[in-house]
């Protein structure tokens, strides 16, 4: 579908969040096709946020991606797999208003790309030069 998508809207770049890891990372195949696009297509980026640090190197040392299609997210205040409550870790299905501590997901996200092995230009393509250049800034 995504493919599909893409390719009638090339003037149209897309971001993929999280390079494609949704809740099922390790079950699921959604990373690869996510990269699998952004290899394909000049059109779209994969944004790093809730992304294990060796899915960025992947795609970093990937010759058709690379460190210029990834974008820095956040990620804060749209889902949240897990919460805190009394030192303990527990799964959330989002019944109850965000428990995390604010900026939580921000550490994480800052996190998986520090600990990322990357020369300090892809770091800083990546933590805003790509996203200053797709939004023409």
């Known amino acids: 579908v995504y493919d599909g998508i893409v390719t009638l809207f090339p ?5 993929l969040c999280h390079c494609g890891v949704q809740g099922s990372y390790f079950y699921n195949s959604y990373a690869d096709h996510a990269m699998m696009l952004a ?3 000049p059109n779209v980026y994969l944004e790093t946020s809730m992304a294990p640090v060796e899915l960025i190197e992947k795609a970093i040392a990937d010759p058709a991606i690379g460190a210029e299609k990834l974008v820095m997210g956040s990620d804060f205040g749209a889902t ?11 799964p959330s299905y989002k019944k109850k208003p965000f428990p995390e501590l604010p900026g939580h997901n921000i550490e994480y996200a800052v996190r998986m790309l520090d600990e990322a092995i990357m020369t300090p230009e892809e770091r800083r393509l ?3 030069q790509n996203m200053a250049r797709l939004l023409n800034l």
């Open 11 to 15: 003037e149209i770049n897309f971001i």
């Open 39 to 41: 290899a394909m297509h």
């Open 80 to 90: 949240s797999s897990f919460y805190r409550y009394k030192d303990q870790i527990l």
């Open 126 to 128: 990546i933590k805003g």
